[in-house]
């Protein structure tokens, strides 16, 4: 299963849940491996997520969640 950035961003509350399954997180883990962007983009919400200590109620700032989407190209 292929899948594409914007699929990608849809499936990232789900993986950062770790609700998805098999093939959608084999899925999400190849296209991080050949998309530089969509990795960049887990490296910021990973590290928001740390520092708001909590695990899968994740607020962003607007001026962050608006710059993630511009990198994974929704806007
Ligand atoms: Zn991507």
Request: aromatic share 6%; net charge negative; glycine share 6%.
């Amino acid at each position: 299963m292929k899948i594409q950035c914007d699929q990608l961003a849809s499936l990232l509350p789900e993986f950062f849940d770790g609700t998805l399954s098999t093939d959608q997180t084999d899925a999400a883990l190849d296209h991080f491996a050949t998309c530089e962007s969509c990795r960049l983009t887990v490296d910021e919400l990973e590290g928001v997520r740390t520092l708001a200590g909590e695990y899968g109620r994740l607020e962003l700032p607007s001026d962050a969640k608006d710059r993630i989407r511009r990198s994974i190209g929704l806007d």
